[in-house]
């Protein structure tokens, strides 16, 4: 799918008929959605570019994730977006300004492109070039990865609330931790691709003027704040983490313990029965009339003994 957004006195309009477009002069901007070949190379032929191709967005080494040219510039990051499998996966996104146009190429629905799309019909002024939309989609993004990070937050906190000496230790919940901790190394990590990408727009040559490079400074207050942030939720799950198989060291310590003592009150009463059961000739005891019950009476006051020293010494 192709979108095209051109700017005329009144608004800014939306073309999808490529085979019949031909004023390019008033074009703000190009968007690549799940393209197919044949529109790849009519956008080519039309607006004389070069597109990646998305293995090579993919596979794209990060000192030239940003390229600028006297004629283009060109930066490439990754957007996380949820699966099917309700996880988190990277979608590379290519970007391109030339003649104060903007190209987009991406091969997954974005929110933040949405998201722009509809400040464009609902604020046309705000919108005169490709530059203004191309920090439109990177404020958008920054948004949502704040609204990212804000969600892994509250469910951390779910999670520490969850944590406890009488709380349910299963697996689950250490899964449940591992996998926050993998989001939030997948957030930064984003976060952080997109950092380097605004540095190098807002070192630029002449592509941003003084406004458009002040949002860009200020983009990069929020990314550092993003990160700060997130480096803290991935202490704090590394700090439950920690805590969890310190709870289930304790439980597992408690139940050793419960056997043990256990064990150890029922030895005085297996070595007496040991005495008794030697049936030696010489055991006045054997031929008593209440010699079975003396027996009884005697291994049951030696646990009573036991549990006793053991309550004074403050080992229960």
């Known amino acids: 799918m192709i979108r095209i957004f051109q700017l005329d006195e009144t608004a800014v309009r939306k073309v999808k008929d490529l085979d019949s477009f031909s ?3 008033h074009t703000l901007w190009v968007d690549l959605q799940n393209p197919s070949g044949q529109e790849i190379k009519s956008v080519e032929e039309k607006f004389d570019v070069d597109f990646l191709t ?9 000192s030239s994730r940003y390229i600028e040219e006297d004629e283009y510039l060109i930066a490439n990051s990754n957007f996380l977006i949820p699966n099917k499998e309700h996880r988190y996966i990277n979608v ?22 949405a998201d722009t799309v509809k400040k464009i019909k609902s604020r046309r002024a705000s919108f005169s ?3 203004q939309i191309l920090i439109n989609i990177f404020e958008s993004r920054i948004d949502y990865d704040a609204d990212l990070v804000e969600m892994v937050a509250q469910e951390v906190k779910a999670i520490n609330k969850q944590l406890d000496l009488d709380a349910q230790l299963d697996r689950e919940m250490l899964l449940k931790i ?24 807002i070192r630029s040559d002449g592509w941003f003027n003084d406004a458009e490079q002040l949002r860009l400074r200020t983009l990069i207050k929020d990314i550092n704040s993003l990160i700060d942030h997130t480096n803290f939720i991935f202490e704090r799950l590394e700090f439950l983490q920690d805590t969890f198989l310190g709870l289930v060291n304790l439980e597992q310590n408690r ?26 000739d010489i055991m006045p005891e054997l031929h ?15 646990s009573l003994v036991t549990l006793y020293i053991f309550r004074k010494k403050k080992w229960l």
Do not use: C, H, W
């Open 178 to 201: 591992n996998d926050y901790q993998e989001l939030t190394m997948s957030i930064r990590e984003n976060i952080v691709d997109k950092q380097r990408v605004i540095s190098s727009m």
């Open 92 to 113: 590379p996104v290519s970007f391109m300004l030339k003649d104060d146009v903007l190209f987009t190429y991406r091969n997954a629905d974005l929110k933040s492109f």
């Open 288 to 302: 008593m009339s209440f010699g079975y019950g003396f027996a009884l009476a005697l291994m049951f006051l030696s």
């Open 54 to 62: 998305q293995q090579e967005q993919s596979e794209i080494e990060s």
């Open 129 to 131: 070039d490709g530059a």
């Open 255 to 280: 139940i050793i313990k419960i056997f043990t003592v256990v064990s150890i009150v029922f030895l005085p009463p297996t070595l007496i029965a040991s005495i008794y059961g030697m049936n030696f």
């Open 23 to 25: 004023d390019t002069e």
